[in-house]
């Protein structure tokens, strides 16, 4: 089965610097790759997703780009704000037997310090 | 709204003592799914459905039971629930993914607010 390693799982930076979040997997048939982002006492919501034919997409402050032959995708949020702070999981999808399997990572907890 | 329902949100219980969390979807989802959540283990997936009627093992199934005898909803069952199912449980829906031949668009899972569960 599919197995999503992410990196680092704390993280702090100053406002206004870039974030930064690494994962690997290793199913090379993933084929979706969204981001989930988890404030504190809530639920996970998706934030930007990437398919395997696309290498990068950005929205705004946030981008996400995918290495299909390294098997590696990253999450880079610029000009980084305290309500950035929250708990990040990337996961890795793909399809099962018909069935769209999603593989988290263990998460990382992003901390903006104003 | 379009939203995923889970009740309740807090739950203490006694070791062995049935209980059922609920999850009901609104955007009329074919995917449903339970996941627990805990510290350094990441979201881990219990039970699927892919459709009514349709249910299969997650990666941690042990001491649980779904249903789906409605589109809607689906129930996560514990039947004799002990300490080390102390968690923090989400449900999630998504609708079936698209195939275009070669490929397949995968769809984001909506969550629910999720329930605190403590065994004790």
């Known amino acids: 089965g599919e197995n999503v390693e992410q990196h680092p799982s704390t993280l702090s930076v100053q406002e206004g610097d870039s974030a930064v979040i690494k994962c690997t997997y290793s199913?090379?048939?993933?084929?979706?790759f969204p981001w989930y982002k988890q404030e504190l006492g809530k639920r996970p919501q998706l934030i930007i997703d990437?398919?395997?034919?696309?290498g990068e997409k950005k929205d705004q402050r946030i981008a996400v780009t995918l290495n299909k032959t390294a098997k590696h995708f990253s999450l880079h949020i610029t000009e980084t704000q305290p309500e950035d702070s929250a708990v990040y999981f990337c996961?890795?999808?793909?399809?099962?037997?018909?069935?769209?399997?999603?593989?988290f990572g263990i998460g990382t907890k992003l901390q903006v310090i104003p | 709204e379009a939203q995923v329902t889970q009740n309740p949100r807090y739950l203490i219980t006694v070791t062995g003592k049935k209980l059922t969390v609920t999850c009901s979807q609104n955007?009329?989802?074919?995917?449903m799914s339970w996941y627990r959540q805990d510290p350094g283990l990441g979201l881990r997936q219990i039970y699927y459905?892919?459709?009514?009627?349709?249910?299969d093992k997650g990666d941690v199934p042990e001491g649980y039971k779904v249903s789906r005898k409605e589109k809607r909803n689906f129930p996560l069952i514990l039947e004799s629930p002990s300490p080390n199912q102390t968690s923090l449980y989400f449900c999630?829906?998504?609708?079936?993914?698209?195939?275009?031949?070669?490929?397949?668009?995968?769809?984001?899972?909506?969550f629910g607010n999720g329930t605190r569960l403590t065994v004790t």
């Open positions: 990437i398919r395997s034919n696309v």
């Open positions: 999630a829906s998504s609708l079936r993914p698209k195939t275009v031949w070669p490929d397949s668009y995968n769809s984001p899972l909506h």
């Open positions: 955007m009329n989802h074919e995917y």
């Open positions: 996961a890795a999808s793909d399809l099962e037997g018909g069935y769209q399997k999603v593989t």
């Open positions: 199913d090379s048939a993933s084929n979706y």
């Open positions: 459905s892919m459709n009514v009627e349709v249910t």
